[in-house]
């Protein structure tokens, strides 16, 4: 069983940055691979970037793609998402999640753990 936190999240005006964090409770954290996925109201929720165990192998939207950074501390059980260059649109819940595989964590589906969220507000 893993448990996972979020914090981090804000208001922040347009062109600002922001940096979540995913803390994780349970023995087999570094076991998972860990993304965030962010959900607008009215919309569906949506992958925004993945992290494998090791911390090598990493997966991004294209709507983030140089403007986010994931990365993860297996000694600290936790997950980083800082985001640069803040959008409106970017303006949304963010949630940790974890599943077995880099596979698993690209869409909803097969996700076995969720946090319970944060939310994020940008302003124009």
């Known amino acids: 069983q893993v448990q996972l936190v979020e914090s981090g999240g804000g208001l922040v005006q347009a062109g600002g940055s922001l940096r979540l964090s995913c803390a994780a409770s349970?023995?087999?954290?570094?076991?998972?691979?860990i993304s965030w996925f962010r959900q607008a109201p009215g919309k569906e929720r949506e992958f925004v970037a993945a992290i494998n165990w090791s911390g090598v192998r990493t997966a991004y939207a294209d709507s983030v793609k140089g403007r986010f950074a994931i990365s993860r501390d297996n000694a600290k059980n936790t997950v980083y998402l800082p985001m640069n260059t803040l959008k409106p649109e970017d303006t949304a819940v963010y949630y940790c999640?974890?599943?077995?595989?880099?596979?698993?964590?690209?869409?909803?589906?097969?996700?076995?753990?969720w946090g319970q969220g944060t939310q994020v507000t940008v302003s124009s």
């Open positions: 349970g023995r087999a954290f570094s076991g998972y691979v």
């Open positions: 999640a974890a599943g077995p595989t880099m596979a698993d964590v690209l869409t909803t589906s097969h996700i076995r753990f």
